[in-house]
């Protein structure tokens, strides 16, 4: 098969990678197994998720410097295998302790290995298409709970939680092992055939190392929006099922079907937000993200025992929204930024995810083991939502070349 068929496979391919490291998006469905489990309160159920991603955030651009050394295949197999290992090893007796150190560190550093590579691997044979082709692959991570999340219903229901770790983690690293095989970088010099990158309408054919892109004011608008939009979108992500249980007083099967559901929205925000980037540009990308959400969080504020319909849609648009930003943030890179440098400078504005998590995962277990309800967190939500969409329309610029900055 000629490249220029061949690199369509790498997509299918790379969202797989990336739906198996995506199951981190279905912890909800283990957060009451565990509390029961181990007797701990809400804050501390959401202390191994949060690990995960902070420690996701830490290593994902540390990766992105070694890539070109080690290969992605290497790169890859070894992110496997690490996260599958941490999934096992949470299957093991123990405390909430072992369990934060096992599946948060362990299972969170091999999710920080793999993950940028399939993103990688695809920016480069797509310099044609980055937006489409970025979305289309990263939206197996946000597509993940439709299949994960019923399964792990399913198999805790069956097997109990902890042989449900051990099962999923074996699988995966089959999985991603298998598939780290075949992904691999187009040739140096490699370029679609028709496309010249001089008349791209976006774009930046520059080389933009991570040192000069951390002193533009684009960066910076970047990273503040990216970490407002993982702030509400991995909250939401965190306690929809317990709140669907707690507030809409929904029965547990139900609320892990709705996580099921609000994963093929996170999916399409991806497709959309990673086509709408580049056909609109990141400032008004940014600025229809945060509109949802200011929406979702509003209707939150109103919800209450019943209110089904107001919780699916409200929950569809945080997920939509914050799937969103797993394409708008790289794709943005790839339009203020090099091409060349991808995997670096996407490394450092990744950064951003971690401290989202962070914040907005704590936050929303504090206030639940404060106030006895999720419903006091969408007041945070709703102020962030205004104040992302004052910096995306202040700060977020269309194009970057060498040391001028356009307006968009």
Known sequence: M?????????IPLGATVLLCLGTVYSWSIFRKPLEKLLNINAIESLLPFTVLLVLFAILMPITGFYI????????????????GLGYILSGLDGNLQTLTFTYG??????????????LAVVAKWFPDKKGIAVGLA???FGLSPLITAPLAKSLIDTYGVRQTFVILGIAFTAIILLISTVLKTPPEEWKPTGWNPGVSVQGNTSTTTPGTMLQTPAFYGLWLCYTIGTFSGLAAIGISSPLAQEIIKLDAATAASTVSLFAVFNALG????GWFT????PKYGAIVSFTLVLIASIMMLKAGPGSVSTYLVAFSLFYFSFGGWLAIAPTTTLILFSQAEYAKNYGIVFTAYGAGALAGTLLAGRIRDIFGSYTVF?????????????LAAF???RRFSGSTIAQA
């Open 2 to 10: 000629s490249a220029e068929k061949g690199r369509w496979l790498l």
């Open 68 to 83: 070109n050394r080690f290969g992605t295949r290497v790169v890859t197999a070894v992110g496997g295998v690490i996260m």
């Open 278 to 281: 580049d056909r609109f540009g």
């Open 138 to 140: 990263v939206i197996g």
């Open 395 to 397: 700060m977020l610029k």
């Open 378 to 390: 969408f007041y945070p939500t709703t102020a962030l939502a205004i104040l992302g969409i004052v």
């Open 105 to 118: 560190v362990i299972a969170g550093t091999g999710v920080g290995i793999a993950y940028g590579v399939p």
């Open 270 to 273: 991806r497709l959309f937000f």
